[in-house]
């Protein structure tokens, strides 16, 4: 697909407007706090259905896996790539962008069927800055789940080899 020059210019200044406004940019370091643990567990929730025990407490466990597992994930990237997720979850914490640009309620009040229809309009958007979203947010919730060896069973992966010497 091709990007014109006005095309690129109109989501750069979407993006910058929208970033402003949630006042987005005020943190270098990402930290999952209470609220942000709402929404990993609602994301985690929603990508992880089908690869996850369907309910119960078996689910609940596997998420709070899942969303410690994003938290590991995080701690590693480097301060500009926490900053840009920081700015990211700004957007999807503030209520007014998150309603412009995902179309939920409260993340509390969002259901598995809000947040899965919030992604598939991520990752088919015609706007790049979108799709970077989705993808940023898909890449940390599977490191977050397939790190961790409880998901390895799932996938039919032993483990790592032994290589004791």
């Known amino acids: 697909m091709y990007v014109t020059r006005r095309e690129l210019l109109k989501t750069g200044a979407a993006g910058a407007a929208l970033l402003t406004l949630a006042d987005c940019a005020r943190a270098s370091r990402f930290r999952v706090d209470a609220d942000r643990r709402t929404i990993v567990t609602r994301i ?4 992880l259905d089908g690869a996850i025990p369907p309910g119960g407490a078996a689910r609940e466990t596997a998420l709070a896996t899942a969303v410690s597992g994003f938290s590991t994930a995080v701690a590693g990237l ?7 997720l920081s700015q990211l979850f700004g957007l999807l914490e503030f209520a007014p962008t998150r309603r412009i640009v995902a179309g939920l309620p409260p993340w509390k009040d969002a259901t598995r069927a809000d947040v899965s229809a919030f ?7 015609s706007f790049a800055l979108l799709r970077s979203g989705y993808d940023a947010l898909h890449e940390l919730i599977m ?6 060896s409880a998901a390895w069973v799932h996938i039919g992966y ?3 080899p032994d290589v004791t010497l």
């Open 44 to 47: 985690a929730d929603a990508m």
């Open 143 to 148: 490191a977050g789940w397939y790190g961790q």
């Open 119 to 125: 992604l598939t309009r991520w990752r088919f958007s």
């Open 158 to 160: 032993p483990g790592p």
């Open 78 to 84: 480097t301060p500009s790539v926490a900053q840009e």
